[in-house]
């Protein structure tokens, strides 16, 4: 495999086998690639706090620390580091207050109706900066392993048939423009099957965010650039998991990788690898090589 200027990958299930495993594994394959001068980017729905993103930076020194660059919770949180190995912000998705209460009110509603007409049960996190997540499967426990599962797809399209919900995934998201409207904001909504999640952001964002810096600054091209994930495939409808995302406008010449072992469609710009982590960071390694 060639050698990429930058790397971008998600964090639970790609580099990591969950977000509460050791990051020591992940750490030791990122440290010498960014002392050799490769950028990394870590793309992730979840906040800094759920992957322990400051202690993960704390790892490298504060040379390597300078091409490290963060894009967290569905595009709130991105940030990179200066030569010195401190924190600068890029920007993010944050709404005010009035619309994130429409936010809560437009997913209070897709609840409602899901259990008013179908008798479909499912619950809400509120408690996001930009986005909140329906859980669609509440009985479901993930245990550690917080990312899609191939079983968990089938059982939604089952569960949703079975109460007579025909219009699958695809209609879970037009429920979203349809009660968004109402309120009068625009919205994203993405799913991995478990969880609905509805927000003003999604790994887009980060990865746009990220990526413009990177262009700006150094001259980076798409093309110089890999996207490593675990959630590239279709849930049902042509609606994608969320590592999908980061296929944009902006990055569409990159090459994309999936490490997820579950077998379906992928978008058509996605090498499906499969292996989990253990393959990820082998390519990590493999990329230190080709710079030796």
């Known amino acids: 495999m060639r050698g990429y200027d930058v790397i971008f990958f998600d964090w639970d299930g790609t580099a990591v086998v969950s977000r509460n495993a050791p990051a020591d594994d992940a750490a ?79 997913c209070y509603q897709i609840h409602e109706f899901l259990y008013l007409t179908h008798s479909l049960n499912s619950d809400i996190v509120f408690c996001r900066d930009n986005y909140c997540k329906i859980d669609l499967l509440p009985d479901v426990e993930r245990g550690e392993k917080l990312y899609m599962r191939e079983a968990e797809v089938r059982e939604l399209h089952r569960r949703l048939l079975g109460h007579g919900f025909t219009c699958g995934i695809r209609g879970l998201t037009e429920l979203v423009s349809v ?92 090498r499906h690898l499969g292996g989990g982590p253990k393959r990820f960071l082998s390519f990590l390694k493999e990329q230190r090589r080709l710079l030796q």
């Open 28 to 106: 030791a394959a990122m440290s010498p690639l960014l002392e050799a001068g490769v950028r990394l980017a870590v793309i992730s729905g979840a906040s800094r706090e759920k992957i322990s993103a400051d202690s993960l930076a704390k790892r490298f020194s504060p040379q390597a620390r300078s091409r490290l660059y963060m894009g967290l919770g569905r595009g709130a949180d991105n940030y990179c580091f200066d030569k010195s190995g401190k924190e600068t912000g890029l920007g993010g998705v944050l709404p005010g207050r009035r619309d994130m209460a429409a936010l809560h009110r437009t």
């Open 179 to 270: 009660f968004a409207k109402e309120n009068k904001i625009t919205l994203c909504a993405t799913t991995d099957a478990k969880y609905l999640e509805v927000g003003f952001g999604t790994k887009a964002d980060s990865v746009d965010t990220v990526f413009t810096h990177l262009e700006g600054e150094y001259g980076i091209k798409a093309s110089d650039c890999c996207f490593w994930g675990d959630e590239y495939l279709e849930i049902g409808g042509g609606i994608f998991g969320s590592d999908a995302q980061m296929i944009t406008q902006k990055t569409k010449e990159g090459s994309f990788f999936d490490v997820s072992d579950a077998a379906g469609v992928r978008p058509a710009q996605v």
